[in-house]
């Protein structure tokens, strides 16, 4: 999904601009609860200092999923591995460890969406639009010791 491509995309660049930070990859079958938590699963069952500092899921579903994997081994989050996720589901506020997140400008969005179709619809020759929209960071729980 190029939406994934480019999270981990900017995700990388973040880890360029930062010294002594890595970023490791871990791909899953699709970005659900399900798959987050074997990743999750995966994380506990190194050891304890073979384990990320943090994780950034590429949606809060698998965000969830990787916190539920974790918490069934006793790791702490945030105070041994920080969580963050992205699309700032509804459901992430109320995580057993209320999950910090990216949120997107959806209703902004929608309403850009939409008034380009109508442009468009009116000017079928008018260009090719491109539109890109300033995300904001929720910190919650998940990121930040209580």
Do not use: K, Y
């Amino acid at each position: 999904i190029r939406q994934i491509v480019d999270r981990r995309a900017g995700a990388q660049r973040a880890v360029d601009d930062t010294e002594g930070v890595s970023l490791e990859t871990m791909p899953t079958p699709a970005a659900t609860v399900a798959d987050g938590r074997a990743t999750g699963e995966a994380i506990a069952a190194r050891l304890s200092g073979d384990r990320p500092d943090a994780v950034f899921a590429a949606n809060d579903l698998l965000a969830m999923g990787v916190l539920q994997g974790l918490a069934r081994h006793g790791i702490r989050v945030p105070e041994e591995i920080a969580i963050i996720g992205f699309d700032d589901i509804e459901f992430a506020a109320a995580a057993v460890v209320p999950l910090s997140s990216v949120r997107q400008p959806s209703q902004l969005m929608g309403e850009t969406a939409l008034r380009i179709l109508v442009e468009e619809i009116a000017n079928v020759d008018s260009p090719a639009q491109q539109v890109v929209f300033d995300p904001e960071l929720v910190v919650r729980a998940s990121t930040s010791p209580r």
